[in-house]
């Protein structure tokens, strides 16, 4: 919203050297402007969407995947993670991520670890069922 307020600002001042407006119109402009861009918290907000990002796992799935398990086998399950780092092939980093129209943002992030291609590690501590 400010920014469409500067705009009209800028706008306006362009106006007034170009056609030489009188120097009252000028500072009825920018005093309307300052006035509105001060009292905006009462002016109404863009609509905005739930947002989801990432890999959405149930608790379900979790509980499903055990160490020892293969890659293809954690795949099934888990499907493919969302980050696949290639300094780090041996690492998958489940991410999730949720942003409500109003209220507070969720992350989630699940890592599995593997040696030669079989699950020695599942790192849960930040895990949280969306």
Same mark, same amino acid.
């Given at each position: ?17 170009? *056609? ?32 989801? *990002? ?21 795949? *099934? ?12 092939? *041996? ?40």
């Amino acid at each position: 919203m400010n920014m469409i307020l500067r705009t009209t600002l800028i706008w306006l001042i362009s106006r007034f050297f170009s *056609q030489r407006a009188t120097l009252r119109t000028l500072i009825s402009a920018v005093s309307c402007t300052l006035l509105l861009t001060a009292c905006s918290d009462w002016l109404p907000t863009a609509h905005r969407l739930d947002l989801e *990002q990432g890999n959405n796992i149930r608790l379900e799935q979790l509980e499903k995947v055990k160490t020892g398990m293969s890659k293809n086998e954690v795949r *099934q399950i888990m499907g493919l993670p969302m980050i696949s780092d290639p300094f780090h092939n *041996q690492r998958w980093d489940y991410i999730y991520r949720y942003l409500p129209k109003s209220g507070f943002e969720r992350k989630s992030l699940l890592t599995l670890e593997f040696e030669n291609n079989v699950l020695i590690k599942i790192d849960d501590s930040e895990f949280i069922e969306p």
